[in-house]
C-alpha cells in the first residue's frame, strides 16, 4: 500500500481498529498506525495533512456503511 491507496488503508484501519471512532484520532496517531499497517511500502514522509484526511474520512465511510 502506499499513500495513494486511501480506500484501502481505510479498510485495514477498520479491520484493525474496530473500536476506534475515525474522527477521534488525531493526525499524528493516524499517521503512526497507518505506516505500521502490515503491507504499507511507502515514505512516511510523504503523507501530509490533506492526504491523512482523505484517508480518515474514507474510514469514517467505511464504518458507517
Not at 9 to 34: N, Q
Not at 36 to 47: E, W
Request: no cysteine; charged share 30%.
Amino acid at each position: 500500500m502506499k499513500w495513494r491507496d486511501v480506500r484501502e488503508i481505510a479498510m485495514a484501519l477498520a479491520d484493525r481498529h474496530p473500536e476506534v471512532k475515525p474522527l477521534g484520532v488525531r493526525f499524528t496517531d493516524l499517521h503512526t498506525w497507518v505506516v505500521a499497517l502490515p503491507g504499507f511500502d511507502d515514505a512516511p514522509d510523504q503523507s501530509n495533512e490533506k492526504v491523512l484526511e482523505a484517508i480518515q474520512m474514507a474510514w469514517l465511510d467505511e464504518v458507517e456503511d
